[in-house]
């Protein structure tokens, strides 16, 4: 199965500032999707990442909160715009390969 | 109503102890997952299974399609053991998933020594 690195595993950030968090693919996968976890609840998908073309959102979310970046079929970035308190979850990235889903590591995000 | 259910939500059990937790979906799905969370927030891909059972060390899962039922067994316990687990069912369009997965609540496990 696919291997992700997630980028970085951890943050405290300030409220009003934003974080970019990365996933690098050790293969070439068509759709990456990008997941929230809230304290205490399971994961919501954010948005789905495909190569050269715009992120498609679900409802809840939009593309100037949470602009993602999919420059090529091994890499993307989702970025946490203009930070609040209650952004503070698990940010988490996966894909869908051949032998199944595979996740990335997380990033645990703080907004002080 | 959630689309993907498990019970229970939190499981405490002793080293040792026969363990089981259980996931109720109510769409039509071609597989299921079945996930672990560590606290670290990582998640790591368990099984996936369409019919019968799958058995992988200590862990065996097994699900029943007509039944929209799926079952996670850990025999032999182990504090190791102790993390979120999570099932998760692929969004599905006329019997094609479209890769993105509905998740249930999951199950907080601890396992004391």
């Known amino acids: 199965s696919a291997v992700i690195s997630q980028k970085p595993s951890r943050d405290i950030c300030q409220r009003g500032t934003s974080l970019t968090i990365q996933c690098q693919v050790d293969s070439q996968v068509t759709m990456m999707f990008w997941y929230r976890q809230q304290p205490g609840q399971s994961l919501t998908l954010i948005a789905t990442?495909?190569?050269?073309?715009?992120?498609?959102?679900e409802s809840g979310f939009v593309i100037d909160k949470f602009p993602i970046s999919r420059p090529n079929l091994t890499f993307s970035t989702l970025t946490v715009s203009n930070m609040s308190p209650e952004d503070s979850s698990i940010y988490l990235c996966s894909v869908d390969g051949d032998y199944g889903y595979t996740f990335g590591s997380g990033t645990r995000l703080t907004v002080v | 109503k959630n689309e993907v259910e498990q019970s229970p939500q939190n499981l405490t059990a002793q080293e040792g102890e026969f363990i089981t937790i259980n996931c109720s979906y109510s769409?039509?799905?071609?597989?299921l997952h079945w996930l672990q969370q560590h606290p670290g927030g990582g998640i790591v891909s368990l099984f996936m299974l369409s019919s019968g059972k799958k058995k992988h060390g200590r862990l065996i899962a097994t699900i029943n399609i007509q039944e929209k039922h799926s079952s996670l067994h850990i025999t032999a316990s182990h504090p190791r053991d102790s993390a979120v687990y999570i099932c998760?069912?692929?969004?599905?369009?006329?019997?094609?998933?479209?890769?993105?997965?509905?998740f249930g609540q999951g199950t907080i496990l601890t396992v004391h020594p």
């Open positions: 769409v039509g799905i071609s597989a």
């Open positions: 998760a069912a692929p969004r599905e369009r006329g019997g094609t998933s479209y890769g993105k997965l509905t």
């Open positions: 990442a495909n190569q050269g073309s715009e992120a498609t959102y």
